[in-house]
């Protein structure tokens, strides 16, 4: 019920306050009124003083505090809340709809905030609530989805729960709708126009009162990266408007030491009114082929990281070589100028068998002077060619001599040749050498500058025909074809007229050859996308991204059917990196014909997007001033009374002595400046995590330490108190022998004298574990970029990965690897140089005390966090191999309490024996 903006909880206690009258009258009869009586004695009396005085009746003004006294008593149990809103006054059931897409992970954090002020509505009006997840309706039964329970229900449930990494359209249908019956909907909108949308409104209208939330920033997306002539092209698709900050676009991967940064960043800017810009970069070969993802910086969801996969990278290149090569002739061999261009460029391949080369799998062959193939040769290379690989011959002697291309079109030819070649500046010249016209813009070398000193003397020609100019892909200054190429099923015949080697032509002695060679073998597809062409494979996930676009490694799961590769993604088969044997195929959230459109709502039906005010329940401030009242009112009867003077001194004495013991208890509280909760800690273990700034983050982390600390409690003799949540700004960190420190982009960085307190800490001997949840981008992300911030003023000691002998791998379980939610490398302090085993030791003697800090992104406290009701909060991998994986964890999370407990006990030479045997050594 809601009155004046005020809602209450209790309404029906409200009407306690008819009885105010009542209580009115019966307050003006107590005392009564005294009667008259004449006694002959009373003159006795006369001349004495009563010093007590009774009034006759109740004044008005004490009848009335009274009175208010009673009505802030009614009204404050009757459960007053400031900030309700109208939902207090709807009863009834409500269904909260939420668009679930990767699109709402940029700020899910906000609608799990708004949803969760909502339910605390619906729990005050006590209305039933279902929470459903638009990717949820469609993929089960949606019966099954839509559960009808208690806000509070939801409430727990709802840190649960996290955007999934595709789209689709909705799929709810009438029959669902109608069977719903009656009910006021919630749709919390990503924003972004799909499917199925119109229909979905008019289902909602038909059930009850539709109100619709929708945040104004537009939504991001990065399309697959594609290459052309050279150039990686990558675009960036907005749902508008134009974002108030400029976009930067970084490309991440390896750098010559293996660790993941960000190899390039590019700003992005839309024009006014446009949804889609295009960034073109020149990437040298090197650089690009050590490119694992691109994304939107500091953008968190699925749809703003585009995957790299084979069609980005180093090409393999097959030479067929059947002649071999005799030393000291090498500079005459055309095998010799293709693999000086190709070195920087392409993985090159020799093999003297065509068959042979075919079966290794190449993306490109190149054939210098060929001019005959077996039959099985043809067909084996056809069939090649026609499944996406591209063809590369070169002109010679041979293949001018030969019959092959005058006739009959050859489909291992791009164009037909005519019978001999064009010899020039020879006896029998047709003029002087010709150079190199510029290359026209629909060519792929178009933008390379043509060397002055680029000379041909001797070419194959082309026999004229209609199609031959849009074969022709470069020409000579006099208009003749010199790269002539042909499509062919997925693939491309491209022909060089000249030789391979310097007889015809200067063309190998230059740069243009490399980078014409460069040019077409990136524009190569790499990894095919055509399902038909995928036809009996079977590709395994090894990376797969989640809805915020973070990219973890994949295990045990089963083989995806080869042509399914070309769908889209969607919930059977996640995005992320598939394998089949050494080839490697991403599937990107969005392909190359997608696109992002802000949502369009009818005329009736305006979506909003505000911060929900939390309510504010006023009732125990009302019981309060009830009390008070209560109090003035005894002080005014006794001063009414007459009495108010003795209770006066017996309330200030009591009022005195309180003082004193308080006084004195502050004074013993100032001496030993020690609150509560800190002594509690150092009496008993107690794990504790360093507050990030984020609710729900923290939250995760407070369950992740409580899962720990249960199992702590069933398989160790540690016996942890329930874990805290800790502020490094003004909280005693001494008594905590561990703190958990998940990092976010916007934890805050501690000021100076936190640095202090945390040095003080970590030289005590206190653990820091360092969790940047991010294993999955290998340490590039927002949280790791807040990390090196967080941690530069702490002069921390060297730090490397940990290696295998380390005292964690068997502080009580013996360890290979530290897995969270994610698997992902983890570092501690740096183990001494002069580490050495000693004789009969399986083990170096490695940081005699407790490293200072571990880090790593594998999001521990998502694996170890449990709800209430001792379940997993959150699902760590599939099936059996994801429940082996929080096993891990939880080992992980064990040997890290006990190596911070026990330090390097496990590295007495007592206990040797005993994990020599359990090693099996």
Do not use: C
């Amino acid at each position: 019920m809601s009155l004046f903006g005020i809602g209450f909880t209790a309404p029906l206690l409200l009407l306690g306050l008819i009885a105010l009258p009542v209580i009115w009258w019966l307050l003006r009869a107590v005392p009564p009124a005294p009667r008259k009586q004449v006694f002959p004695a009373v003159t006795l009396l006369l001349g004495l003083e009563d010093k007590t005085a009774q009034a006759d009746r109740t004044p008005w003004w004490l009848l009335f505090l009274r009175l208010l006294a009673v009505a802030a008593m009614i009204i404050g149990f009757a459960g007053p809340v400031l900030n309700s809103g109208d939902s207090l006054n709807r009863t009834g059931r409500l269904l909260i709809f939420v668009d679930d897409y990767w699109q709402a992970a940029s700020d899910w954090s906000q609608r799990m905030q708004v949803i969760d002020a909502r339910l605390e509505k619906a729990q005050a009006a006590a209305r039933p609530v279902s929470v459903v997840m638009a990717s949820s309706v469609g993929q089960e039964d949606v019966d099954q989805v839509t559960v009808w329970q208690t806000a509070d229900a939801w409430m727990t449930a709802l840190p649960g729960q996290s955007p999934v990494a595709w789209d689709v359209p909705y799929a709810v249908t009438r029959d669902w709708a109608q069977a719903q019956g009656s009910a006021d909907v919630l749709w919390i909108s990503d924003g972004v126009k799909r499917a199925g949308r119109s229909g979905l409104i008019s289902f909602f209208e038909q059930m009850g009162a539709l109100e619709v939330l929708e945040p104004p920033a537009a939504r991001f997306g990065l399309l697959p990266a594609t290459l052309d002539g050279g150039d990686l092209v990558l675009s960036v698709l907005s749902t508008g408007p134009a974002p108030a900050t400029e976009l930067t676009v970084e490309a991440l991967g390896p750098d010559p030491e293996g660790i993941e940064r960000v190899l390039l960043s590019a700003p992005v800017a839309f024009d006014s009114g446009a949804n889609r810009t295009e960034l073109r970069l020149t990437v040298p070969s090197e650089l690009r082929n050590r490119i694992d993802r691109m994304q939107i910086a500091d953008h968190r969801a699925a749809g703003a990281v585009t995957l790299a996969d084979d069609s980005l990278r180093r090409r393999r290149v097959a030479l067929l070589n059947t002649v071999g090569e005799r030393e000291g002739l090498e500079l005459l061999s055309p095998l010799h100028y293709l693999r000086e261009a190709l070195v920087t460029t392409a993985e090159t391949i020799e093999l003297p068998a065509l068959s042979e080369l075919i079966k290794a799998g190449p993306d490109v062959i190149i054939l210098p002077d060929v001019a005959s193939f077996s039959d099985a040769d043809r067909a084996a290379l056809n069939d090649w060619v026609t499944d996406g690989g591209l063809l590369l011959r070169f002109a010679g002697p041979q293949l001018a001599s030969s019959d092959l291309g005058h006739g009959e079109e050859d489909t291992l030819l791009p164009v037909r040749l005519r019978a001999g070649g064009r010899v020039v500046g020879g006896a029998m010249s047709w003029g002087d050498p010709r150079a190199l016209a510029p290359f026209a813009e629909d060519s792929p070398f178009f933008g390379l500058p043509v060397p002055d000193d680029v000379q041909i003397e001797a070419q194959i020609l082309a026999q004229p025909g209609p199609d031959l100019a849009d074969r022709t892909i470069a020409t000579l200054s006099d208009g003749t074809p010199i790269v002539t190429r042909r499509a062919l099923g997925a693939g491309q015949v491209v022909l060089f007229h000249v030789s391979a080697n310097a007889e015809w032509s200067s063309l190998p002695f230059s740069g243009l050859f490399v980078q014409m060679l460069e040019r077409l073998a990136v524009s190569s597809q790499g990894s095919v996308r055509d399902g038909a062409a995928l036809k009996g494979t079977t590709w395994v996930a090894i990376h797969v991204l989640d809805g915020f676009g973070q990219l973890s490694p994949q295990d045990a799961v089963a083989g995806v059917p080869g042509p399914k590769l070309a769908d889209p993604a969607g919930p059977d088969l996640p995005p992320g990196l598939y394998a089949d044997g050494d080839r490697v195929q991403a599937v990107n959230v969005l392909r190359a014909d997608s696109v992002l459109t802000r949502a369009d709502w009818p005329a009736n039906l305006t979506p909003s997007w505000q911060v929900e005010k939390t309510q504010q329940a006023f009732g125990p401030w009302l019981l309060a001033l009830a009390l008070v009242l209560g109090a003035l009112d005894i002080l005014l009867t006794l001063w009414l009374a007459g009495r108010l003077l003795p209770s006066a001194r017996r309330v200030a004495t009591g009022v005195a002595a309180g003082l004193v013991l308080l006084s004195t208890s502050q004074f013993s509280e100032a001496q030993t400046d020690t609150p509560p909760s800190v002594l509690d800690a150092a009496s008993i273990v107690t794990l504790a995590h360093v507050k990030s700034g984020d609710p729900a983050v923290d939250q995760i982390a407070r369950a992740g330490l409580l899962g720990l600390s249960d199992q702590l409690f069933l398989r160790t003799s540690v016996e942890p108190a329930r874990p805290v949540g800790v502020d490094v700004e003004v909280d005693d960190l001494s008594v905590y022998p561990l703190l958990y420190w998940p990092l976010t982009d916007t934890t805050p960085i501690p000021s100076p004298d936190a640095i202090l307190r945390l040095k003080r800490y970590l030289a005590a001997g206190g653990l820091i574990l360092f969790d940047t949840r991010d294993a999955a981008t290998g340490g590039n992300s927002p949280a790791s970029r807040r990390l090196r911030a967080v941690a530069l003023p702490l002069n921390l000691p060297l730090l490397d990965q940990v290696p295998h002998d380390h005292v964690l791998t068997r502080s009580f379980y013996l360890l290979q690897e530290f897995p969270g939610r994610s698997r992902g490398p983890v570092w501690a302090e740096a183990p001494p140089l002069n580490a050495e085993r000693a004789e009969g030791m399986p083990f170096r003697n490695l940081n005699d005390g407790v490293t200072p800090v571990v880090v790593g992104g594998n999001d521990w406290a998502s694996a170890w966090a449990i709800r209430e009701d001792g379940r997993p909060m959150f699902p760590v991998g599939r099936g059996q191999a994801g429940e082996r994986q929080r096993e891990m964890a939880v080992r992980f999370g064990v040997n890290l309490v006990m190596h911070v407990l026990t330090g390097n006990y496990k590295s007495d030479q007592v206990h040797v024996p005993a994990l020599l045997q359990r090693l099996g050594e």
